[in-house]
């Protein structure tokens, strides 16, 4: 009796794929390997994901509320201090050598530095973003940290708070009824009244 395993070695991994559609002449018969009627032998075949046959699909039925900040986070490659520790004294640390590396996966996302360990050498390094921390590190050493183009790296000035203004507490007082005009305000008004024409 042949084991399974015997059995399996002998056929291919893949089965060949049927190619559909191709008429009467193909060998599958009049409806070409699409078998009878319905979703499958239809263009529309395969159907959407999240289709659920006419029905109102199942994120449509659901309410939407709320807001997220996903769609706008800032995704990075991470690295701390530490992992640097293997480049050679005045080495040029980029992306290209992370990834040569194996530090990160690829050139994806930037690269952001961590100030997790210690670094005792003197690199270049150019990343997409630096903890305080690891700029710190590696200014200490004698090293420079670089932005992607080269330049050197900056932290954003911190945002000014608004301070609102201290309300008056003096108000100017508004003359009363009882209380006679300034002699300011009564000469414009004198100065405007005529005598009036003798008759």
Same mark, same amino acid.
């Given at each position: ?18 190619? *559909? ?14 078998? @009878? ?50 480049? +050679?004294?005045?080495? @040029? ?28 050498? *003197? ?15 590696? @200014? ?28 008056? @507490?003096?108000? *100017? ?16 008004? +004198? ?9």
């Amino acid at each position: 009796m042949a084991m399974i395993h015997e059995i399996t070695s002998a056929v291919p991994r893949y089965r060949r794929r049927l190619r *559909k559609g191709r008429g009467e002449s193909s060998g599958h018969g009049k409806t070409c390997g699409r078998g @009878t009627k319905g979703s499958g032998a239809r263009v529309g075949k395969p159907i959407n994901p999240g289709h659920e046959g006419g029905q109102t699909r199942i994120y449509r039925r659901l309410p939407k509320r709320g807001f997220s900040n996903d769609p706008f986070a800032h995704e990075f490659h991470v690295v701390n201090i530490a992992d640097l520790a293997r480049f +050679a004294d005045g080495t @040029t640390v980029d992306t290209a050598a992370l990834v040569e590396a194996g530090l990160v996966p690829d050139a994806r996302y930037p690269v952001k530095i961590l100030g997790d360990g210690e670094l005792t050498r *003197k690199l270049t390094v150019q990343a997409g973003w630096y903890s305080k921390s690891a700029y710190a590190k590696i @200014t200490a050493g004698g090293g420079s940290a670089l932005t992607v183009d080269g330049k050197p790296f900056e932290f954003p000035k911190p945002k000014k708070r608004f301070v609102p203004r201290p309300k008056e @507490t003096a108000k *100017k007082e508004k003359p009363g009824k009882d209380q006679a005009p300034s002699e300011a305000e009564a000469a414009p008004k +004198a100065q405007g009244e005529q005598a009036p024409s003798a008759q």
